[in-house]
């Protein structure tokens, strides 16, 4: 009985990622993932590495049956809400990257808005592809992968201050005020808390 709901669970888990994977027309790189329950992941390794092997050959839609494939979960220290994913376990092919990733988090999260994730194995930020993320840092393909996906750190909007092209030559303070010469006899005075200083 428990063993036949773990079942309808899974199908159910890959029937929604098909649906998901269906809508829209920039899914067709982010082939076949699907997912187990962690009940099912903890139960057994053999029965897990022998189930992966019966998908992918019987998983003959949009992807090469040769193409290699790595189990993975994903985690986050974001605080906000919505931006949390079970915890699931994911096979995707190891020639995901960032872009990749990021769309499938997006389409696991049902976000519509225009944001992109960071994502790090063992506190390394990914910049190539898992397979080759996988090699530079002597990482086994074998077992699950833990995913970290960030929100990256915007670029800081630029100030008054920032905008001033002309080199500055000589900087004062006089009360409150900052007082600034350029090396083309320009003079500025800037209230410090504009600038930020206090």
């Known amino acids: 009985m428990i063993r036949t709901n773990n079942i309808d669970k899974k199908k159910k888990r890959i029937n ?9 027309s920039y899914d067709d790189e982010l082939t076949n993932y699907t997912s187990e329950s962690d009940d099912e992941m903890v139960s057994s390794n053999d029965k897990r590495t022998s189930s992966d092997g019966e998908r ?33 376990t994911y096979t995707i092919p190891v020639s995901f990257k960032r872009i990749d990733l990021s769309r499938m988090v997006k389409k696991l999260l049902d976000i ?22 996988l090699k530079e840092n002597n990482i086994l393909s074998e077992q699950v992968l833990e995913i970290e996906y960030t929100i990256p750190i915007r670029k800081r909007e630029s100030t008054h201050i920032d905008k001033i092209s002309e080199w500055i030559s000589k900087m004062i303070t006089i009360e409150n005020t900052l007082h600034c010469s350029s090396f083309e006899d320009l003079k500025i005075y800037m209230s410090m808390q504009v600038v930020g200083m206090l």
Do not use: H, P, V, W
């Open 16 to 24: 929604q990622l098909d649906k998901m994977k269906n809508n829209d």
């Open 56 to 88: 992918a050959s019987s998983d003959g839609e949009g992807g090469s049956k040769s193409e290699k494939q790595i189990q993975i979960y994903f985690t986050s220290n974001i605080k906000n809400g919505k931006y949390k994913i079970e915890n699931t």
């Open 112 to 133: 519509k808005e225009n944001i992109s994730f960071d994502f790090l194995i063992n506190q390394k930020i990914i910049r190539s592809s898992i397979e080759d993320f």
